[in-house]
Nanobody
């Protein structure tokens, strides 16, 4: 399973951005997907996850501002982000696993290369 996160870039505070996670080498249907981020000097943290059935779970950093979704037909998961803050600046990663969907970094088996999101005026 290979994953590729994309869609990062420079955005002004208060702006929006949608990240995509494209999966290849396997059908996304049976995989749980999580979004994570790592800011400079900080540990990687779980943002949100969506299980194979479409149920989602958001971490504190995502609640009210970020929305995770998936489109199995396109083998792609998404993270819609709005009302972005400078503290959201980080490299964002997507990852996949089977079993119980969690936001734990250690619970994921396959990781994509990250995409950088910079929130700055």
């Amino acid at each position: 399973v290979q994953l590729q996160a994309s869609g990062g870039g420079l955005v002004q505070p208060g702006g929006s951005l949608t990240l995509s996670c494209t999966v290849s080498g396997a059908s996304l249907d049976w995989w749980n997907v999580g979004w994570f981020r790592q800011a400079p000097g900080k540990e990687r943290e779980g943002i949100s996850c969506v299980n194979s059935g479409g149920s989602t779970s958001d971490g504190e950093s995502a609640k009210g501002r970020f929305t995770i979704s998936r489109d199995n037909a396109k083998n792609t998961a998404y993270l819609q982000m709005r009302s972005l803050l400078p503290e959201d600046t980080a490299v964002y990663y997507c990852a996949a696993q089977k079993g119980l969907a969690t936001k734990g970094v250690d619970d994921y088996d396959y990781w994509g290369k990250g995409t950088l999101v910079t929130v700055s005026s």
